[in-house]
């Protein structure tokens, strides 16, 4: 069984650019988080998805980002017109479930980087 | 809000020593707690979880313990490894649902 896939594993994009982040969730979750962890910080929670559903938005910020988790594919985080704040490891995790004793498996990052 | 707060690195033991990493948490209801671990351009992998007091966790040598009466869930390894070299997040989830709070990690140096 494949772990949580995540492309693209390096991203650089100059200002104003877009960045597109995939994440492929482990066969059979349904659930999926993405978080930023900014240079020498821990990971900060971002959004939360169910197939077609944005369930939580709370930790992404208003303007440019833009989260999807369509019916069929990828789950997808956008980035528009990037600024050198945005970047920062970008990290999927998916979960069969949502109960309380739920564990997230994580993908191994895409790290983006603004010149 | 949830929080996590864990001792800040970098930590630096040698080979053999004794590991200990505090955590300590604030959250409504009863949180699950997790310790993961990062390798270095890797991606955080779980060590161990416990899901209610007095649970204990144990992975590969480590383990934690929930202590509800302190608010605690500290990481500890009687004899560290030099490939044990990586930063630890503790973490949390509480509620209905599996948004995890992190710490803001601790980094471990093992030197040989």
């Known amino acids: 069984n494949a772990g949580v896939m995540q492309n693209p594993r390096h991203l650089v994009r100059r200002r104003g650019q877009e960045a597109r982040l995939r994440c492929s969730p482990m066969?059979?979750?349904?659930?999926v988080y993405w978080y930023r962890q900014l240079p020498e910080e821990g990971l900060k929670f971002m959004v939360y998805?169910?197939?077609?559903?944005?369930?939580?938005e709370s930790g992404m910020p208003k303007e440019r980002f833009s989260a999807e988790f369509p019916k069929e594919g990828p789950s997808i985080l956008r980035i528009q017109q990037v600024v050198r704040g945005d970047s920062a490891a970008y990290f999927c995790?998916?979960?069969?479930?949502?109960?309380?004793?739920?564990?997230?498996?994580f993908g191994p990052g895409t790290r983006l980087l603004v010149l | 809000g949830d929080s996590v707060t864990q001792m800040e690195g970098p930590v630096t033991l040698s080979e053999e020593a004794f590991l200990t990493i505090n955590c300590t948490y604030t959250?409504?209801?009863?949180?699950?707690l997790f310790w993961y671990v990062q390798y270095p351009g890797e991606g955080l992998q779980l060590l161990l979880k416990?899901?209610?007091?007095?649970d204990k966790g144990s992975n590969k040598g480590f383990e934690a313990t929930y202590r509800k009466e302190t608010t605690s869930f500290h990481l500890e390894k009687g004899s560290v490894q030099v490939s044990d070299s990586a930063v630890y997040f503790c973490?949390?989830?509480?509620?209905?649902?599996?948004?995890?709070?992190f710490g803001t990690g601790t980094k471990l140096q093992v030197i040989p």
């Open positions: 995790a998916s979960s069969p479930g949502a109960g309380p004793q739920e564990t997230q498996y």
């Open positions: 066969k059979g979750h349904s659930h």
């Open positions: 998805l169910q197939k077609e559903n944005i369930i939580d």
């Open positions: 959250a409504t209801g009863y949180p699950s």
């Open positions: 416990a899901t209610k007091a007095d």
């Open positions: 973490a949390l989830t509480a509620g209905g649902y599996q948004k995890v709070t």
